[in-house]
């Protein structure tokens, strides 16, 4: 009986063909996929290794998962900073849906990701390493130049110092060979200078004393000061600069003078 077998060969050919036919008939869409949506779960938990992992095997079941593209995209862009890897998903989403709405936004997204990707060039952070070894070798640089003005300025104090004191015993070598009488003169020009308080509260004036007896301190006065000091010790204010040189121990400067300090008077 031909007649009932030819219905039964027919859907046998029928299975045969779409069995065999290179495109599978899609049944079940990519977002009802199983592994698909525990994808989405681990995403919504944050755990997005996982989530990547479950995308990457709905990509290998299914030979057309544009979604699953574009969720491994993001992962490996925003999560992973793979920009490389996101941007090969990307472009596999744009070759499986070119038509669709999220198309441009995906398009944004390469972009996004080529940026990413020169941002993190070996080039630029070895230059950032160049520019901060040249700054650290121009600060060590200057930090021994300036240990090297230091030395200098110490060094030339020291020589000043020195000068001053062979010039002050010049002067006391040059005064000491002069006449008796030139001395006796000398003096005699010299000014009342104060000697040490004889009590807390009171001084007393003295007139300059004569070749024995040569004047060795000053007591401050209210309204004092080296020149007018130097004027009624030496009388003439050029000699300022030998008190403050005598007393460099005692003053800060030439005007740091206080009332009731005791100067040495050379």
Not at 111 to 117: N, S
């Amino acid at each position: 009986m031909p007649g009932p077998r030819f219905p039964f060969l027919l859907f046998f050919c029928l299975f045969i063909a779409v069995a065999c036919s290179p495109e599978r008939v899609e049944v079940v869409s990519e977002t009802d996929e199983k592994q698909y949506q525990l994808g989405q779960d681990y995403k919504s938990q944050g755990r997005m290794e996982e989530a990547l992992e479950a995308f990457q095997r709905v990509i290998d079941i299914r030979r057309v998962a544009p979604e699953s593209h574009l969720e491994a995209g993001y992962i490996y862009l925003r999560t992973l900073k793979d920009p490389v890897r996101a941007i090969y998903h990307f472009d596999r989403y744009l070759q499986h849906s070119p038509q669709s709405p999220q198309a441009t936004q995906v398009r944004q997204l390469i972009e996004t990701a080529q940026k990413e990707f020169a941002r993190q060039l070996p080039a630029q952070p070895y230059e950032g390493e160049l520019d901060r070894i040249d700054m650290m070798d121009l600060v060590k640089t200057l930090k021994e130049e300036n240990d090297s003005l230091k030395r200098d300025l110490i060094s030339a104090t020291a020589r000043v110092e020195q000068l001053e004191k062979v010039l002050g015993q010049a002067r006391r070598a040059t005064l000491g060979g002069m006449d008796p009488g030139n001395v006796s003169a000398l003096n005699s020009l010299q000014p009342a200078v104060q000697r040490p308080a004889v009590s807390p509260n009171q001084t007393e004036r003295v007139q300059a004393p004569g070749p024995s007896d040569a004047p060795r301190s000053y007591t401050v006065q209210s309204g004092d000061t080296l020149s007018g000091i130097s004027r009624q010790v030496y009388g003439t204010p050029s000699r300022w600069i030998d008190i403050y040189q005598a007393n460099r121990d005692r003053l800060s400067s030439e005007s740091a003078l206080r009332v009731g300090q005791e100067l040495r008077i050379p």
